[in-house]
């Protein structure tokens, strides 16, 4: 069996593309999933299967969308995955300590330093963004809330489907 972290974009923010985690979670052992745990209402679930990540992704876009009718991006991780995307972070240890101003976004494909990159490099006043393959990290100086750029902005400036979390979110996930 494989266990996966799966995180759903969009998924209950600001009243938009509503799921309930406990609804979910029962239809995906119905689907054949074990195991099956939610964390937080924002779209994050830990799950075993023995599908690959790829047909995972599939599988639970297809559901979302057939019993809620929303098309919504998932993003399918290993543990180790996430162990990597945490132990290889690019934030300074002295000067980006405050997990509450750390963010990664998760891109499905590796995104290149062009036109997007160049303006949220021009924003550095309210965060450090580092690109890192199919990753951006963002250390937040003036915090999440009242930075410029934010993450519909990254997604638009960008023009692919993405998803974040916090870096709290992510060390308790792998956690668990």
């Given at each position: 069996m494989n266990r996966y972290i799966v995180f759903l974009r969009g998924i209950n923010v600001g009243g938009n593309a509503t799921i309930s985690m406990a609804t979910l979670?029962?239809?995906?052992?119905?689907?054949?999933?074990?195991q099956v745990d939610t964390y937080l209402n924002s779209g994050n679930v830990i799950l075993e299967t023995k599908k690959s990540k790829e047909d995972t992704e599939k599988h639970l876009q297809q559901l979302i969308e057939q019993q809620w009718?929303?098309?919504?991006?998932?993003?399918?991780?290993?543990?180790?995955?996430?162990?990597f995307i945490l132990a290889n972070n690019p934030f300074d240890s002295?000067?980006?300590?405050?997990n509450s101003k750390?963010?990664?976004?998760?891109f499905?494909?590796?995104?290149?330093?062009g036109r997007g990159m160049v303006i949220l490099k021009d924003e550095k006043e309210d965060a450090d963004y580092y690109l890192k393959d199919n990753?951006?990290?963002?250390?937040?100086?003036?915090?999440v809330g009242r930075a410029k750029v934010t993450n519909?902005?990254?997604?638009?400036?960008?023009?692919?489907?993405?998803?974040?979390?916090?870096?709290?979110?992510?060390?308790?996930?792998?956690?668990?």
């Open positions: 979670k029962h239809l995906l052992t119905n689907e054949g999933y074990s009718g929303l098309t919504v991006a998932v993003f399918v991780k290993s543990k180790e995955d996430l162990e002295e000067t980006e300590s405050d750390r963010m990664v976004v998760m499905h494909e590796t995104i290149s330093s990753l951006i990290y963002i250390y937040y100086k003036v915090g519909p902005t990254i997604k638009q400036l960008l023009k692919r489907p993405s998803t974040s979390r916090n870096w709290n979110t992510m060390t308790k996930i792998v956690d668990k």
